[in-house]
C-alpha cells in the first residue's frame, strides 16, 4: 500500500506559533517535486510539543494542500494509548491516507504492551497504519516477532524500521506477510534496506531535496541498483550532516538558510552549534545546495 519516497515534515514556527504560512509553502514545494507523500506531526515535525490544537491544525493544512495530489501520513503516535486513538480518530475524520505511530517512549513496555498498545489503535481507529520502531527514542526495540503479529491486523500495514539492524529488518520481511511493508526510518540506509526488500523511506533528507530521494528510491524499486548506488554516494554527506545534532535541528537550520523558513524550535530543542553549523553548510555545497 505504502511505497516511495515520503518527506518527514518539519514544523515552521515563528514567534512560538506555528508558522502557517511557510508551513503550506513548505508542502506545496514537496507535492511540486514529484513526491510520494508528506508526513506532517512525525518526530521531524516535532510532534511531541505541538498541542492537541496544533496537531490537529497541521494535519488539516498537509492534507488541504496535498488535496490528494499526494498521499498524506499523519503521524499520530503517543506514549498514552488514549491520546494516541483520538489523535488517529481525528486524522482518519479529517481525511488522511495514514497514520506513522511511534513506539511508546518514556513507559518503556514489555512486547506484550506494545502489541495491545498498537492492536487498541487499530481496533478503534479504520485507517491505514504504520507502526514506528525507533529505539533510540522510544527506550524499547520492537521485535520482529511482535510486528509480525501485528502485521496480521488488517489496519496496520507497514513498519516504518529505524533500529538500523539490517538482520532485524530481514526478520521482519521474514516473518510478516507479503504485501506488509517495511519502510526505511534512516535515510542513510534506504538503499541497503531496499536490496534486502524495503519499499521506500519516510526521509528527512527530502525536505531539503526531494527529487534526488525519489531519483533514487525509484531506481533502486527498478532494480537499478547501480543509479540508485551512485545517488546515495552524492547524498551520503547529506545524510550524515543532518544528524550532527538532534533531529530537526539541522534539517530546520538547513531550511533557514535556504530562506524557506525561519529556525525556530521549541524547548527542549536548542540551535544547532556553531561548529556543525560550518559543517552542515559544507554538506550542503558539496550535494548542491548552496
Known amino acids: 500500500m505504502f511505497a516511495g519516497t515520503y518527506t518527514a515534515l518539519v514544523t515552521p514556527f515563528r514567534d512560538g506559533k506555528v508558522d502557517e504560512e511557510a508551513f503550506r509553502a513548505l508542502v ?50 503517543s506514549n498514552n494509548t488514549a491520546e494516541a486513538v483520538t489523535l488517529t480518530k481525528y486524522a482518519a475524520q479529517a481525511g488522511a491516507d495514514g497514520v506513522l505511530l511511534i513506539a511508546p517512549y518514556y513507559n518503556k513496555p514489555t512486547q506484550e504492551g506494545l502489541f495491545e498498545h498498537y492492536r487498541a489503535i487499530a481496533d478503534a481507529a479504520d485507517i491505514p497504519q504504520i507502526l514506528y520502531n525507533i529505539p533510540g527514542r522510544s527506550a524499547v526495540n520492537m521485535e520482529a516477532e511482535t510486528i509480525a503479529r501485528l502485521a496480521v491486523h488488517p489496519n496496520i500495514v507497514a513498519v516504518k524500521e529505524a533500529s538500523g539492524s539490517l538482520d532485524h529488518a530481514m526478520d521482519i520481511i521474514a516473518l510478516a506477510p507479503a504485501d506488509f511493508a517495511v519502510i526505511s ?72 538558510i535556504l530562506g524557506r523558513m525561519g529556525d525556530e524550535l521549541r524547548l527542549p530543542m536548542t540551535p544547532l552549534r556553531p561548529e556543525l553549523r560550518d559543517k552542515l553548510q559544507a554538506a550542503m555545497t558539496e550535494v548542491g545546495l548552496c
Open 28 to 77: 506545496r514545494a514537496q507535492i511540486q517535486s514529484g513526491i510520494d507523500g508528506i508526513v506532517p506531526c512525525g518526530s521531524t515535525g516535532e510532534s511531541a510539543t505541538l498541542s492537541h490544537g496544533e496537531h490537529q491544525t497541521v494535519i488539516s493544512i498537509a492534507i488541504e494542500e496535498a488535496a490528494g495530489r499526494v498521499r498524506v501520513i499523519a503521524g499520530t503516535g
Open 185 to 256: 526510518g534512516d535515510d542513510s540506509l534506504t538503499l541497503p534496506l531496499m536490496s534486502i526488500g524495503a519499499r521506500g523511506v519516510i526521509s528527512v533528507t527530502s525536505n531539503l531535496v526531494p527529487e534526488h530521494m525519489c531519483d533514487m528510491v525509484n531506481a533502486a524499486s527498478d532494480g537499478d541498483f547501480s543509479t540508485a548506488l551512485s545517488m546515495h554516494r552524492k547524498m551520503l554527506p547529506l545524510f550524515r550532516a543532518l544528524f550532527l545534532q538532534t533531529n530537526p535541528v539541522p534539517v530546520k537550520t538547513a531550511l533557514a
